[in-house]
């Protein structure tokens, strides 16, 4: 028995490793918190200004995002939705996908479950890895997704990146240049730290609109946590009361 449970440790934590390392190259940190309301507010929006152009959030629903986020009607209503959208609408955009495909050759997914299927470090380092390539159709690409047929629409925000080489050896001997960091070129509006807060609230809204029901789930669960507690109090003091007659 004990060997078994040593080996089932053992792989467990191999797999863990497996995991960790598979991840590949760097990639940054995200600090995810969706119970700060002020940061899903911020992220909502740069996402209904910045990305509601090209990407939707079918799943999303307006007045859904207000309750959860603490918005009031009238600034959801004037600051965050089109004219013509209702409070209950889904967040969805005017373009067609056909469209889409022609200005982009490939068309903006929709974005609802996106931060679940990449992970929030993934796109986090998504928005801090555009960098300018003159060989691409909007200039930029980036170091987590390969030709990446989206512009980078916050650069105004982070400035322009140029990629830094450096030389490495294959394993044939030949030598081969590789983008060794990123390096700003022109600032941006935002200096490092506000760029990177900006980007964190973003990728915060998109977690929560991953999932919305999530912060609710979370606190629904501590409250059942505590009730199993108090039962099982109450339960053993049952247990005692019943048994107290029989030994
Ligand atoms: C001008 C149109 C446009 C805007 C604005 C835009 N995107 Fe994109 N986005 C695209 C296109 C096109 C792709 C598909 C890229 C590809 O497959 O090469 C894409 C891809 C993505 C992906 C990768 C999806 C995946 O998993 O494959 C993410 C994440 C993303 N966009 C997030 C955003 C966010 C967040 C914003 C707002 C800050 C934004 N985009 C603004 C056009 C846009």
Redesign the pocket.
Known sequence: MKRTIFLFVVALAWLMAGSATSAGHHLYKADVDISDKASLQRGAR??VN??M???SAAYMRYNRMGDDLGIEESILQNNLMFGTDKSGDTMTIAMQKDDAEKF?G?A??D?SV?AR??GADW?FT?FMTFYRDDSRPFGVNNLA?KD????H??WELQGIQKPVYKTVQKEDGSQREVIDHLELETPGTLDSDGYQNTVND?VNF?VYVGEPAQIQRRSVGVIVILYLLVLLVIVYLLKKEFWKDIH
């Open positions: 740069t996402f910045y990305c152009g090209c990407h982009f490939t903006p997914p974005l996106n299927s990449r796109l998504y997704f990446v047929a989206m512009p629409v916050l973003l998109l």
